[in-house]
T-cell receptor, first 114, second 112 residues
Framework: KAGVTQTPRYLIKTRGQQVTLSCSPI?????VSWYQQTPGQGLQFLFE???????NKGNFPGRFSGRQFSNSRSEMNVSTLELGDSALYLC?????????????FGSGTRLTVV | GQQLNQSPQSMFIQEGEDVSMNCTSS?????WLWYKQDPGEGPVLLIA?????ELTSNGRLTAQFGITRKDSFLNISASIPSDVGIYFC????????????FGKGTHLIIQP
């Protein structure tokens, strides 16, 4: 069965621009979570969507937003990019949400802001 | 928020050696997850622990859920070159849908 697919794999953007990242979860999984990974801060939770509703949000500014579609695919958007937004953005899918179900991660999108 | 402290930060070992790493928290976790991340890839779930005292194996990997629910351990026996990578512990941040809190990771380097 296909895993979690994230596109694009690599992205270079300029400060001030906006970016949209895409995530297709495992078929049948209804929960999608997003994480930011940087060398300094490690893996940090951004937000989680379940059945098109944002269930929770981590401690990130409002420039970071997301949405989930009826087919469970999710997108996250970062507006007014800053140099510090350079990171690996990871998407994880789960059957029903919650750590008890386990999370399967995609390979990530490497965003570089110049 | 909750924090997970992983140690050691990095390990340099010889192929064939056993490896032990641990993760501690100041607050109680109801689930412990151990992930491995290879360069350029996302974390892959190795072992999930759901009950205090639980000991679970996955091949050469064994993990334990501490009795106090504030710690967990991962052991790798007879390490091989493909064990190289970063190992993360993780647990639910709070409630069932708050995402995961991750430790900073243990970087395992194996010398042939």
């Amino acid at each position: 069965k296909a895993g979690v697919t994230q596109t694009p794999r690599y992205l270079i953007k300029t400060r001030g621009q906006q970016v949209t990242l895409s995530c297709s979860p495992i078929s049948g999984h209804r929960s999608v979570s997003w994480y930011q990974q940087t060398p300094g801060q490690g893996l940090q939770f951004l937000f989680e969507y379940f059945s098109e509703t944002q269930r929770n949000k981590g401690n990130f500014p409002g420039r970071f937003s997301g949405r989930q579609f009826s087919n469970s695919r999710s997108e996250m958007n970062v507006s007014t990019l800053e140099l510090g937004d350079s990171a690996l953005y990871l998407c994880a899918s789960s059957p029903g949400g919650g750590a008890g179900y386990g999370y399967t991660f995609g390979s990530g999108t490497r965003l570089t802001v110049v | 928020g909750q924090q997970l402290n992983q140690s050691p930060q990095s390990m340099f070992i010889q192929e064939g050696e056993d490896v032990s790493m641990n993760c501690t928290s100041s607050s109680i976790f109801n689930t412990w997850l151990w992930y491995k991340q290879d360069p350029g890839e996302g974390p892959v779930l190795l072992i999930a622990l759901y009950k205090a005292g639980e000991l679970t194996s996955n091949g050469r990997l064994t993990a334990q859920f501490g009795i106090t629910r504030k710690d967990s351990f991962l052991n790798i026996s007879a390490s091989i070159p493909s064990d190289v990578g970063i190992y993360f512990c993780a647990g639910p941040s709070g409630g069932g849908a708050d995402g995961l809190t991750f430790g900073k990771g243990t970087h395992l380097i194996i010398q042939p």
